[in-house]
């Protein structure tokens, strides 16, 4: 099975920064990764699949970069609703595995 | 709209069965394969299972395999899973998932709002 480790798993900033979480592979993936938002108490949301290609109905402030093992979940400028956890998932083979989350919070 | 409806989760004693249900509606339920999810509380999401469009390919996490059984009824656009030999540690939120496929990449576009499914005694 492909192991999906995020970094880091918890990370404080402000209203209007920019942040970046790193998902790491544990073998090449090539571009099969995905981004998920999550809200206490729902389900979870496609923010970005094939590594970059943003969601219909997501906000451009959210991007996504990387291929083969290093991947990135970038904000461009935090709403407070972007308080959140957030998860990458690959689609590169089965079992689908999912990173441990990120967990994003207000300083 | 489109939109997935869990139910049949609840509490059941180890050892015990549930039967989970997914009722689809909004889109063309048999041309997309379907897959649950579930996370324990206070815990990531960990895919269980998977069944494609025509019920061909069937896959589950080793965890679950077994126990578990998906199946759907397409005329009744609607996803199942039998769960026996119920453990604690599938005391979790079950969520299923249409699997949505753009050029060779797939992602778990529409969620349901999930059932919980408690195991104990």
């Known amino acids: 099975d492909i192991q999906m480790t995020q970094s880091p798993s918890s990370l404080s900033a402000s209203v209007g920064d920019r942040v970046t979480i790193t998902c790491r592979a544990s073998?090449?993936?090539?571009?099969?990764l995905n981004w998920y938002q999550q809200k206490p108490g729902k389900a979870p949301k496609l923010l970005i699949y094939a590594a970059s290609s943003l969601q219909s109905g997501v906000p451009s402030r959210f991007s996504g970069s990387g291929s083969g093992t290093d991947f990135t979940l970038t904000i461009s400028s935090l709403q407070p609703e972007d308080f959140t956890t957030y998860y990458c998932?690959?689609?590169?083979?089965?079992?689908?595995?999912f990173g441990q989350g990120t967990k994003l919070e207000i300083k | 709209e489109v939109q997935l409806v869990e139910s049949g989760g609840g509490l059941v004693k180890p050892g015990g069965s549930l039967r989970l249900s997914c009722a689809a509606s909004g889109f063309t339920f048999s041309t997309y394969s379907m897959n649950w999810v579930r996370q324990a509380p206070g815990k990531g999401l960990e895919w269980v299972s998977s069944i494609s469009s025509s019920s061909t390919y069937i896959y589950y996490a080793d965890s679950v395999k077994g126990r578990f059984t998906i199946s759907r009824d397409n005329a009744k656009n609607s996803l199942y899973l039998q769960m026996n030999s119920l453990r604690a540690e599938d005391t979790a939120v079950y969520y299923c998932?249409?699997?949505?496929?753009?050029?060779?990449?797939?992602?778990?576009?529409?969620w349901g709002q999930g059932t919980m499914v408690t195991v104990s005694s």
């Open positions: 998932a249409r699997l949505s496929v753009t050029t060779s990449h797939d992602a778990f576009d529409i």
């Open positions: 073998q090449s993936i090539s571009s099969y």
């Open positions: 998932q690959q689609s590169y083979s089965t079992p689908r595995t």
